[in-house]
């Protein structure tokens, strides 16, 4: 399987850009293939948690890293290859839960932050338990509200916060205008802080 512990580091120069490294891996440097897997999978792993939750994201986001690695001969440089890699992670999420459909499997949403790919750890260890007991509540109304926001703004207001990915990013894996993600993530964002006022 494709794991970045099979990558030799001293093959690999870190200071070498993704370009290069697609390049080669283009032309069957497995090792190439490797060190992108290296610096891309976590992002990945992260976007796929969004869609398949997290006891799903390590295999879908595994398939989506094979997908890329046969298809990296398709890859045509228009968009970053992270951004590719992206693409095909959503796509392999959306595959799966085509499947679930098909198959009557429907994965009910459990209550508690980390199914809902929130920051459970988001909670600060210094504070005393009431003020824990606040940021668990917080986190837990900020999963019930989000999922109510239309599909479009909760794709996209997970792909900005819990994958960590730039506006760009989002448009050019969900084949957007760049204004149409920061228009519905600012109505995800300030419909949820009018939701959110007693927790501020």
Known sequence: MLRAGAVDP????????DDALVMRARNGDREAFGELVERHQ???WMVCRQYVGVDEADAVAQDSLV???TGIGSFDGRAAFSTWLKRIAINTCLDQLRRRRREGVV????EDGERNGLAVEVADGQAGPEDRSMQQQALASLGARERDLPPRQREIFRLR???????????????VHVGTVKTQLHRAVHRLREELGAYR
Do not use: C, H, W
């Open 42 to 44: 976590r992002r990945g």
């Open 10 to 17: 001293s093959r690999i120069d870190p200071g070498v850009a």
């Open 161 to 175: 916060f819990y994958a960590e990915m730039e506006l760009e990013e989002i448009a050019d894996a969900l084949g």
């Open 107 to 110: 994965n009910d949403t459990v």
């Open 67 to 69: 997908k890329a690695f």
